[in-house]
Structure formats: C-alpha cells, structure tokens
C-alpha cells in the first residue's frame, strides 16, 4: 500500500494511482457498504494528516444524511441536509473545502481534534446518494488539488455503486 507521501513531489500522479487501486478493489463487488468501507480505508491509508474519512449516506425517508461506513474515531450518526459542512455539501450538490472548520457557521463538531475538513458529493444520475467527508486535525490541510482529485476519486466510485 502506498500513501501520498511516498509521492511528495507529484501528488497528482500518487491519486492516479489512488483511482486505478480503487478501481481494482472494487471490480466486480456491487455492495455499497463493502465498497464504501473499502473506499474509506484505502483514503484512510492514503491520506496523510487526516483523523476521519467516510461517508454520510442520504435517507430519503428523513431527508438527512446517516452515518455510513468510515475509519476514524466515532460520529454523529445523522445530520440535517444544510446543517454543518456536510449538509451543505449535500444541498448544494458541491464540494465544499473549510481550512477552519470553527469559522464555518453551524459546523457540527464530532471530533474536536478536527480543524479543517472537505466534503464531497456523491451524485449518480442526479440524485444526492450521499457525502464523502474527510477531516483533519490541522487548518488549511485540503488544497484545490485534494478537491479536485476526492471529486475524481468519488466519480471512480460511483461507478462501483
């Protein structure tokens, strides 16, 4: 298992081969909870100065989203859509990057080591399926090279779901 910083010099060319171990992991395995803790472990293991990574799946019965499958300290197991970051990643459909989550209004605090976080939405044939969530325990941890790559990383997966 490789992680980004074996690949300190070009972490565009470490995600690429993020994507195709992904890819292979999840070939032929429709499941959406064994894919989906395979995705967070293999960020997990990926992923430098992190503390959480996983999913937040959409419940279309209580329009929140609920806990999903994720490595990291436990979490808050339902969040309203537009409440804290990834309720606001989830209503506008958009990656949404906070270098300091306590500036974030209505940030919800699972884990106080947490000091920025990058969620991702998960969009297959324009429905909200749910979010991906990465924090970290530094500020300004995620660039607009993490989004632009976790985006590519979540439509990798979606083919998988």
């Known amino acids: ?43 997990n293991q990926f992923l430098d100065r992190i503390n959480w990574a996983g999913f937040y799946l959409m419940e279309e019965s209580s329009s929140q989203l609920v806990l999903g499958p994720f490595q990291g300290l436990p979490a808050c197991v339902r969040i309203p859509i537009g409440r804290g970051v990834c309720g606001k990643a989830a209503q506008d459909k958009e990656t949404v ?8 209004p209505g940030h919800i605090a699972c884990d106080a080591a947490s000091q920025s976080e990058i969620v991702v939405p998960m969009v297959k044939d324009g429905v909200l399926i749910g979010v991906l969530d990465i924090d970290s325990p ?20 979606l083919k998988h779901l």
Do not use: C, P
Not at 3 to 31: I, P, T, W
Not at 97 to 104: L, S
Not at 138 to 147: A, I, P
């Open 138 to 157: 530094e500020k300004s941890r995620f660039d607009s090279v993490d989004k632009e790559n976790l985006e590519t990383f979540v439509s990798v997966l």
């Open 1 to 43: 298992m490789f992680n980004v910083q074996s690949y300190s010099n070009d972490r565009s060319e470490a995600y690429e081969l993020l994507f195709k171990q992904l890819d292979a992991l999840l070939e032929g395995e429709k499941n959406i909870t064994a894919n989906l803790a395979n995705a967070a472990a293999l960020l």
């Open 97 to 104: 990057v906070v270098d300091d989550v306590h500036q974030f």
